[in-house]
């Protein structure tokens, strides 16, 4: 089975600077998305960013960015010129890529990094 | 565009109660998933469906019942509520067979039971 570890329970960052969350996963699969999902005090849940296994380039969006690294299970998130509206729960998961049965849309969640952001 | 929509957003039961949580989604996706959230333990899978009558178990079905008549809509049954089901419910949603998809979730239900 698939586990998510974020070993970071809660992180605070300055506002305006740079915060890098960590996940490690274990897969015995070499096809598999990534992903890391944003949930402020809302509640709601908003995709930040996906990679795919088979990308060796790192997946960017605006200010988030991955550090990717396949051979050592290692997907963390980093967050540039940190904004009040980051300070969230962030969450870690994995996917299978390929459809091999129901089962395998199922997403693994890490347990969560609450980050802080401090004005 | 209502997306996602659960229903309802708080819930106090007392133990042994029964209550559906309800979601409804109108994007017209097969994958159709309910998870709960505790603190410290992230997202974990109680029960999915890939289809309309076809329905399966997750990593934590127990206490939990589901069906699928239709393509839009996924209850969530607790026949006896039980204190160590107070959590957030999630109801989630995802075109198949893509993966690399987003999955849509609701605004989540917090449900106490006392």
């Known amino acids: 089975a698939q586990t998510v570890t974020q070993s970071q329970p809660e992180m605070s960052v300055q506002e305006a600077e740079t915060v890098t969350l960590s996940c490690t996963y274990d897969t015995s699969e070499s096809d598999y998305y990534l992903f890391w999902y944003k949930q402020p005090p809302s509640r709601q849940m908003i995709l930040v960013i996906r990679q795919e296994a088979y990308k060796q380039q790192n997946a960017t969006e605006n200010r988030f960015s991955v550090n990717f690294q396949k051979a050592a299970k290692s997907f963390s998130l980093k967050i540039s010129d940190s904004q009040l509206g980051d300070a969230a729960m962030y969450f870690c998961?994995?996917?299978?890529?390929?459809?091999?049965?129901?089962?395998?849309?199922?997403?693994?969640f890490g347990k969560g990094t609450k980050l802080s952001v401090i004005p | 565009n209502a997306g996602v929509t659960q229903t309802p957003k708080f819930q106090v039961l007392k133990t042994g109660q029964s209550m559906t949580l309800q979601c409804a989604q109108d994007?017209?996706?097969?994958?159709m998933s309910w998870y709960r959230q505790d603190p410290g333990m992230g997202l974990r899978l109680i029960h999915y469906s890939v289809g309309a009558g076809i329905t399966d178990q997750g990593e934590v079905p127990n206490g939990y019942n589901v069906s699928r008549s239709t393509t839009e809509d996924f209850p969530l049954r607790l026949l006896s509520a039980a204190p160590s089901q107070t959590s957030v419910y999630f109801c989630a949603t995802q075109v198949l067979p893509q993966a690399n998809t987003e999955a849509f979730f609701g605004q989540g239900t917090r449900l106490t039971v006392v």
């Open positions: 998961a994995y996917r299978l890529s390929s459809y091999s049965g129901a089962g395998s849309y199922q997403l693994t």
């Open positions: 994007m017209n996706h097969e994958y």
